[in-house]
């Protein structure tokens, strides 16, 4: 006699009220319901009602469970929360955890929203799992961006003249570039950021000069196939002045328009994520690009959503092993 896996049902729980009412044992009414004894032994000890079985109240009893059990917290789930946990130390953003999750199991499994309400939960205050946010804070500050060097830059051509498939990302291979400054504008990075796929470059540099931005503009294309660089559109800012010497591994320049930092939104933005790490005011002095490039690797291996919470480094691979196949 094989035994039912389902729950008992309100019509079941009627007939073990009416059996046990007349007096039939357990045993039978397991046999009866072809149900397990010890399924009707649980059913009527743990929705026992001042000691006696009544239906109306195991069926009540039980809807309470359910409706419980779907409020639980998804991150009580042990495996949801250690990987949560995990993640937001690898400094991934709710949103990020969110979607990455979502996409390795096919279905939604939490929402990032979820996420920040544990975070910021009062009871979960002492753990202070704020502190494994992006940015550490609940309100963004608005960041201001550095001042445009007003000299001509020579054979400058405008963002306003670049094809427009790139301005679409519909073409893999064209770049955003900037620099960024560390306190007192001592020390500087140059960074890139490619439109396709979002994958991202820095370059400890010495000084904000054309000869040192350009030096290492070619340190990061150069050993890219030519297909992944075609161009790169920059700021107008003194040190790229030099910028016509990408011509020599086939590479476009563009610029934005004065005060535009939107039109190079992408590298702006990955440029916010650097910040996370290396925070304004703070010396580059003792940073190794080894220490850098670990950077790089961390935020070239976030899930972002606007890849459908791909890696940077999965897209970018991509292109390249298609571009290795043409």
Known sequence: ????????????????????????????????????????????????????????????VTDERKINARRRHP??????????????????????????????????????????????????????????????????????????????????????????????????GHWEGDTVEGRGHKDRIHTEAERVSRIFAAIKVDAITSELAVIAQKKIFSVLPEKARKSTTLDNGKENHLHSQLKEINMDTYFADPYSSWQRGTNEYHNGLLRRYLPKGTSFADLTQEELDDIVWEINNRPRKCLDYQTPQEVFDSYIRCSDST
């Open 75 to 172: 991150l009580k789930d042990k495996a949801t929360y250690a990987y949560v946990l995990k993640k937001l130390k690898c400094g991934w953003s709710p949103e990020e955890i969110a979607g990455r999750l979502k996409r390795k199991e096919g279905e939604t499994i939490i929402c990032h929203e979820t996420i920040y309400q544990f975070i910021y939960a009062e009871k979960n205050k002492e753990k202070k799992l704020f502190e494994y946010l992006p940015r550490k804070q609940k309100k963004r500050k608005k960041q201001s961006g550095r001042k445009v060097h007003k000299s001509r830059i020579p054979d400058r051509v405008s963002i306003h003249q670049r094809p427009d498939v790139v301005n679409k990302r519909l073409v893999f």
């Open 1 to 60: 006699m094989g035994n039912h896996h389902t729950k008992l049902t309100a019509q079941e729980r009627d007939m073990i009220a009416i059996w046990i009412g007349g007096g039939i044992k357990l045993r039978e009414i397991a046999r009866r319901l072809t149900r397990s004894v010890s399924t009707i032994s649980d059913e009527v000890k743990r929705n026992n009602y001042q000691g006696n079985y009544v239906a109306i109240h195991a069926q009540s």
